[in-house]
T-cell receptor, first 117, second 111 residues
């Protein structure tokens, strides 16, 4: 149980285009989903927290107009990188917290490798 | 500000050579401390949650312990498949549920 999927696993795009990444909880309902980015040999940095049906909460320094987050249902959240530039190239990982669990574990997706040319 | 520091940054062991990884933390009221394992190019895999000082959890060759200032991940008789980066994260009490991660320890087990 507690499986989270991401799609696509890898994407290469041209500078200036927008890219959408999907995060799905496959066998549980997630009240809260989180988006992280990870640069090579560095740890995970939280970008934003999203709750189903409400606006995402962004961490300091993260541009909300550039990284659009939509949490449309209890099993799906999307991250759209708008007008992507080479500096946005990174490993993007989502996580989800189940509303059915009494604890606070977050379960992570496999990640999406974004390369902007 | 909540902070997590992991040591060492990298650790190389021989198969069967037991050791411990350290996670020191400062947090404004600990809600939970989490250990994850991350393989290259993949998302973190959940290992343990610890909630209070003195708590211990075990899974196969791994054992996690918690004090008021740090957590240890003990690995007993490791195998090459235990090679990975081990991440520690804390969650503070209060409304936000976010995790603050340490930099991780890259563990390599040589056969």
């Amino acid at each position: 149980g507690a499986v989270v999927s991401q799609h696509p696993s890898r994407v290469i795009c041209k500078s200036g285009t927008s890219v959408k990444i999907e995060c799905r909880s496959l066998d549980f309902q997630a009240t809260t989903m989180f988006w992280y980015r990870q640069f090579p040999k560095q740890s995970l940095m939280l970008m934003a927290t999203s709750n189903e049906g409400s606006k995402a909460t962004y961490e300091q320094g993260v541009e909300k107009d550039k990284f659009l987050i939509n949490h449309a249902s209890l099993t799906l959240s999307t991250l759209t990188v708008t007008s992507a530039h080479p500096e946005d190239s990174s490993f993007y990982i989502c996580s989800a917290r189940s509303r059915d669990r009494g604890r606070n574990e977050q379960f992570f997706g496999p990640g999406t490798r974004l390369t902007v040319l | 500000e909540d902070q997590v520091t992991q040591s060492p940054e990298a650790l190389r062991l021989q198969e069967g050579e037991s050791s411990s990884l350290n996670c020191s933390y400062t947090v404004s009221g600990l809600r939970g401390l989490f250990w994850y394992r991350q393989d290259p190019g993949k998302g973190p895999e959940f290992l343990f949650t610890l909630y209070s000082a003195g708590e211990e959890k075990e899974k196969e060759r791994l054992k996690a312990t918690l004090t008021k200032k740090e957590s240890f991940l003990h690995i007993t008789a490791p195998k090459p498949e235990d090679s990975a980066t081990y991440l520690c994260a804390v969650q503070a009490r209060g409304g936000a549920q976010k995790l603050v991660f340490g930099q991780g320890t890259r563990l390599t087990i040589n056969p």
